[in-house]
């Protein structure tokens, strides 16, 4: 547990409590806060950092929008506690503090920071403001933060830290314990430590548990983990979430091409990870430019809202023209029998409630890593399986349905004044193309995300609008194909 860890630790000593009852107390933390910053009542602010969580404190600072309330908060709590508030913060926040503190009072909130917030942290200011923030490091910091900031974004060696323990196989236990406490104060953690030779390479790990219990004089060679997971510094990062979600890690360390230990991600980081990965995956399913900025929603303005919405909308609006395309092409049939005009929303609404399902869940089955590139035909065949049950039962549904609605007139159709079809072929008719686009909206459904990632796309993308206005296209083209063919127009 590092620092940071144990400060929040002091400071959270219940952490089971009722949500709705957290709310109402945070909604009147708020307003004691922004009452305390308009008041500059410096020694009520510093009893009451004293008594809340610097996470918490964060989000509370969210509502302040005077930039001279938030800097003056910052000047008068201390810098120990001002340093966790200021990794929390977003990077908006972060950056009208830099403008306006000195790097004297700079100093003192980035030297308690991590290597990897201050490096995350750097990567969002604007340039004339790195510089600035760099000077006030120290000269070993600045080059760890630099080469972490040489590293390929959203890959691990981008996310992790190079603040860790390491331990050499020839140590005792003694030597060890004396060699973490000397350096556990500046590590992200010490609850795992590594194991390296002399030129830095990996050979294994031992948990701090398994120190304790072990004798003083044993090596560390003879007890520590030979078998130790790793990943190297170009890794995305979404596959080390993976792993670390698959064998339900806290932390696993980055090593280069050799083998030689570079760092550490923790588990913190890689929540963080896999909320933006979420985040992003949830923009594109809703036809949504990610977020790139990190900024709160009520931060952000509208014409930027405006502009993640716009391509999208623009992208489906004219592909969406080719769905008037093909209603235009079969124009001469809907003369002839207009009611088929009546179930196209149906089934064009049903093909794309179908796709969706399916994207949705394969997508979901990619991102856990339950499924792969390889697995393309197994999901398939499954996927064409569930449709021919899927698709079986709503056609049934489908034809009793719309049999019914026309046999009482709840659907206007006279076959003696429209042409000479009876009611249950139209019915059939219908009930039939609601079976193939179901079929094919599934296969689609479950293709599409797959390929995507085949050729490096967020699977995602194919989820949504994309799936719908393909599957919309599909329906339309069998229904007319398929009036053709039974009825004879």
Same mark, same amino acid.
């Given at each position: 547990?590092?620092?940071?860890?144990?400060?929040?630790?002091?400071?959270?000593?219940?952490?089971?409590?009722?949500?709705?009852?957290?709310?109402?107390?945070?909604?009147?933390?708020?307003?004691?806060?922004?009452?305390?910053?308009?008041?500059?009542?410096?020694?009520?602010?510093?009893?009451?950092?004293?008594?809340?969580?610097?996470?918490?404190?964060?989000?509370?600072?969210?509502?302040?929008?005077?930039?001279?309330?938030?800097?003056?908060?910052?000047?008068?709590?201390?810098?120990?506690?001002?340093?966790?508030? *200021?990794?929390?913060?977003?990077?908006?926040?972060? &950056?009208?503090?830099?403008?306006? @503190?000195?790097?004297?009072?700079?100093?003192?909130?980035?030297?308690?920071?991590?290597?990897?917030?201050?490096?995350?942290?750097?990567?969002?200011?604007?340039?004339?403001?790195?510089?600035?923030?760099?000077?006030?490091?120290?000269?070993?910091?600045?080059?760890?933060?630099?080469?972490?900031?040489?590293?390929?974004?959203?890959?691990?060696?981008?996310?992790?830290?190079?603040?860790?323990?390491?331990?050499?196989?020839?140590?005792?236990?003694?030597?060890?314990?004396?060699?973490?406490?000397?350096?556990?104060?500046?590590?992200?953690?010490?609850?795992?430590?590594?194991?390296?030779?002399? &030129?830095?390479?990996?050979?294994?790990?031992?948990?701090?548990?398994?120190?304790?219990?072990?004798?003083?004089? #044993?090596? =560390?060679?003879? *007890?520590?983990?030979?078998?130790?997971?790793?990943?190297?510094?170009?890794?995305?990062?979404?596959?080390?979430?993976?792993?670390?979600?698959?064998?339900?890690? *806290?932390?696993?360390?980055?090593?280069?091409?050799?083998?030689?230990?570079?760092?550490?991600?923790?588990?913190?980081?890689?929540?963080?990870?896999?909320?933006?990965?979420?985040? #992003?995956?949830?923009?594109?399913?809703?036809?949504?430019?990610?977020?790139?900025?990190?900024?709160?929603?009520?931060?952000?303005?509208?014409?930027?809202?405006?502009?993640?919405?716009?391509?999208?909308?623009?992208?489906?609006?004219?592909?969406?023209?080719?769905?008037?395309?093909?209603?235009?092409?079969?124009?001469?049939?809907?003369?002839?029998?207009?009611?088929?005009?009546?179930?196209?929303?149906?089934?064009?609404? &049903?093909?794309?409630?179908?796709?969706?399902?399916?994207?949705?869940?394969?997508?979901?089955?990619?991102?856990?890593?339950?499924?792969?590139?390889?697995?393309?035909?197994?999901?398939?065949?499954?996927?064409?399986?569930?449709?021919?049950?899927?698709? @079986?039962?709503?056609?049934?549904?489908?034809?009793?349905?719309?049999?019914?609605?026309?046999?009482?007139?709840?659907?206007?159709?006279?076959?003696?004044?429209?042409?000479?079809?009876?009611?249950?072929?139209?019915?059939?008719?219908?009930?039939?193309?609601? *079976?193939?686009?179901?079929?094919?909206?599934?296969?689609?459904?479950?293709?599409?995300?797959?390929?995507?990632?085949?050729?490096?796309?967020?699977?995602? =993308?194919?989820?949504?609008?994309?799936?719908?206005?393909?599957?919309?296209?599909?329906?339309?083209?069998?229904?007319?194909?398929?009036?053709?063919?039974?009825?004879?127009?």
């Amino acid at each position: 547990m590092n620092e940071k860890d144990n400060k929040i630790q002091e400071l959270t000593p219940d952490i089971y409590v009722d949500l709705e009852t957290d709310n109402k107390e945070n909604e009147q933390d708020t307003s004691t806060l922004s009452t305390l910053i308009e008041n500059k009542d410096v020694e009520g602010l510093k009893k009451f950092v004293d008594e809340t969580d610097p996470i918490d404190t964060a989000s509370f600072l969210i509502d302040i929008d005077d930039d001279d309330s938030l800097v003056f908060f910052f000047k008068v709590i201390p810098s120990d506690y001002s340093a966790f508030v *200021f990794s929390y913060l977003d990077n908006e926040q972060q &950056t009208k503090i830099v403008n306006a @503190f000195s790097k004297a009072q700079l100093t003192d909130i980035i030297s308690k920071m991590p290597n990897d917030d201050v490096t995350d942290f750097i990567a969002e200011l604007p340039s004339n403001l790195v510089n600035k923030v760099l000077s006030v490091t120290s000269k070993e910091d600045r080059e760890h933060i630099n080469e972490l900031l040489n590293y390929q974004k959203d890959t691990a060696g981008s996310i992790m830290t190079t603040e860790y323990v390491s331990l050499k196989k020839s140590f005792t236990v003694d030597q060890a314990l004396n060699h973490i406490h000397r350096y556990a104060k500046e590590a992200e953690t010490i609850e795992t430590v590594y194991v390296i030779d002399e &030129t830095r390479k990996l050979l294994g790990s031992v948990s701090i548990k398994d120190i304790f219990s072990h004798e003083k004089e #044993e090596t =560390i060679e003879t *007890f520590m983990n030979a078998d130790c997971l790793s990943v190297i510094s170009s890794t995305d990062q979404e596959e080390v979430a993976q792993l670390i979600r698959k064998y339900d890690l *806290f932390v696993i360390p980055v090593v280069d091409q050799n083998s030689r230990l570079l760092g550490i991600i923790t588990i913190d980081d890689v929540i963080d990870v896999i909320e933006k990965e979420q985040n #992003e995956d949830l923009a594109h399913m809703s036809g949504i430019t990610a977020n790139k900025s990190e900024k709160p929603y009520l931060k952000t303005s509208v014409f930027v809202l405006a502009g993640r919405r716009l391509p999208w909308l623009l992208v489906l609006m004219i592909s969406g023209t080719f769905t008037g395309l093909i209603l235009n092409g079969f124009e001469a049939s809907l003369a002839v029998l207009p009611i088929l005009t009546v179930f196209i929303p149906m089934l064009m609404d &049903t093909g794309g409630n179908a796709g969706g399902q399916t994207t949705a869940v394969v997508t979901r089955a990619l991102a856990l890593g339950q499924i792969s590139i390889r697995s393309y035909l197994k999901v398939l065949f499954k996927e064409f399986r569930v449709s021919l049950i899927v698709g @079986f039962c709503l056609s049934i549904v489908n034809f009793l349905w719309i049999y019914f609605e026309l046999a009482v007139g709840i659907i206007s159709y006279n076959p003696a004044e429209n042409s000479n079809d009876p009611i249950w072929l139209i019915a059939m008719l219908v009930a039939l193309t609601s *079976f193939f686009v179901v079929v094919l909206s599934k296969v689609l459904g479950a293709s599409l995300p797959i390929l995507a990632k085949a050729i490096h796309i967020d699977p995602a =993308i194919m989820s949504g609008p994309i799936i719908t206005t393909i599957v919309d296209v599909c329906a339309l083209i069998i229904y007319f194909v398929m009036a053709s063919s039974i009825l004879s127009i």
